[in-house]
């Protein structure tokens, strides 16, 4: 059950990271291209496991978007960082939907959702 709350939580902040992204009247051209920009943490991976998992999981929490977008909203609203930082949070929120966590730095396949019953 649990799991499921997680994937369903998820599916909550995808929706609503949609939904602020539309009220910025930003380019949806720029939503699409962007959404998926976060997994080029990944690239670490070529070097070792534990780079790679120390720059994918900073690049896949929530506290990094969610202070651009405190940042953004507090000096610039409707600015390019605010649609930046919904766009991002989109990203990691889509991940969790489809079950998608925070890697461990041993292995790339084990992420901490798969601990969760």
């Not at 291209?33 to 994918?56: E, M, Q, R, W």
Request: proline share 4%.
């Amino acid at each position: 059950m649990n799991k499921r709350l997680l994937h369903i939580e998820g599916l909550i902040m995808l929706v609503t990271s949609i939904y602020f992204y539309a009220q910025t009247g930003y380019s949806w051209w720029m939503f699409v291209l962007l959404l998926l920009s976060p997994d080029l943490s990944a690239l670490g991976y070529l070097y070792n496991h534990k780079l790679g998992a120390y720059l994918y999981n900073s690049f896949h929490t929530y506290t990094p978007p969610l202070l651009l977008i405190l940042i953004a909203n507090t000096f610039q609203p409707k600015s390019i960082m605010l649609s930046l930082g919904l766009i991002w949070i989109a990203h990691i929120a889509m991940d969790r939907m489809f079950g998608y966590g925070l890697k461990e730095p041993t292995n790339s396949k084990t992420t901490h959702l798969q601990k969760i019953s």
